[in-house]
């Protein structure tokens, strides 16, 4: 889907009340052309937990038997990741964040969950604590939402869609 497309989607949906994010929910990149695209799945990425409106982990991946777990949202890799996505897309590179995963395992939340005004609309976000990222939502459905990943630096947008987990 271009840009343009998930925009024009996202602005005809319906937004979302804080409350609606509580759960566990699994994470699939929507591909719009955005210099991000593929990164999140190529590393593991599962989704994001919303324990309460106050305690958000905003980054799960998978361990090596597939369960969830939260990592901590990392500044340091953030300008790399902006200016040269491809590094990030390297064997190296993969092998290293593989390696390192239980390391990142957050042990405190790493976002919260706010009302912002988005494209003119009034939705829930996940704002993180130590990122410049701001992650708005539009409800699909019942059990999905489509999700623009707002990051200063990064003109296009980064879309997603989160499902509900039924087991989290």
Do not use: C, N, Q
């Not at 980054?59 to 969830?68: I, K, Q, V």
């Amino acid at each position: 889907m271009s840009a343009a497309g998930v925009l024009a989607l996202f602005d005809s949906l319906d937004p979302v009340a804080p409350a609606e994010l509580v759960g566990r929910w699994r994470g699939a990149e929507l591909p719009t052309g955005s210099r991000l695209d593929g990164l999140l799945p190529l590393h593991g990425w599962w989704g994001k937990e919303v324990l309460d409106p106050e305690t958000v982990h905003p980054l799960l991946f998978a361990d090596r038997s597939g369960r969830p777990h939260p990592v901590a949202p990392w500044p340091a890799p953030l300008g790399l990741l902006r200016r040269a996505p491809g590094l990030a897309r390297t064997p190296p590179a993969r092998a290293a964040f593989a390696a390192a995963r239980p390391l990142l395992r957050a042990r405190r939340p790493g976002a919260r969950v706010r009302t912002v005004t988005v494209r003119g609309v009034a939705t829930a976000a996940i704002v993180y604590d130590a990122l410049p990222v701001v992650d708005a939502f539009r409800r699909v459905d019942e059990r999905s939402l489509l999700g623009l990943m707002d990051m200063r630096g990064l003109d296009e947008p980064f879309a997603f869609v989160l499902v509900r987990d039924p087991e989290g």
